[in-house]
């Protein structure tokens, strides 16, 4: 594991996005199956996944406790940031389950295809992050 927050939240991304890839690349018909690991509670692979979303949800809390009680907050630019992650998430969500062929149709006659608005918001992204540069520099110059 890292010895840094910003190196731990790296492989935490990479390693979200490996489970994904890996969770759905399985077929649908294993989710019923029985599940070894001990998380499974010797159940199936619902089971074992639904655990693992618990846990992580329940050392969470239990992050935000001990920050709490150790009255270490986030600075106004970490809050955003952790808040702008999780609206992230959610957006990336919204594709999961989705195929190809839905992705890249429109939504309505003439509308938007979901590819798309994935575009504009990495553009928007993109575009954001340059106004802040040029505004910060905007500023150093005056």
Not at 60 to 88: H, K, N
Request: with cysteine; net charge negative.
């Amino acid at each position: 594991m890292a010895a840094t927050v910003r190196d731990t939240v790296t492989q935490l991304l990479e390693s979200t996005r490996d489970v994904i890839d890996q969770l759905l690349a399985l077929p649908i018909d294993e989710i019923p199956m029985p599940s070894s690991h001990t998380c499974a509670q010797g159940k199936d692979l619902w089971a074992l996944v639904t655990n693992d979303i618990d846990h992580e949800t329940i050392h969470a809390g239990q992050i935000l406790e001990a920050r709490y009680e150790a009255r270490s907050t986030a600075s106004p630019m970490e809050r955003l940031c952790a808040e702008w992650l999780q609206a992230r998430a959610r957006f990336i969500a919204t594709f999961i389950g989705m195929n190809d062929e839905e992705f890249n149709s429109e939504r309505a006659p003439g509308g938007w295809t979901y590819r798309g608005i994935a575009k504009h918001q990495i553009g928007l992204d993109q575009d954001s992050l340059k106004t802040i540069r040029e505004d910060i520099a905007s500023r150093a110059g005056t």
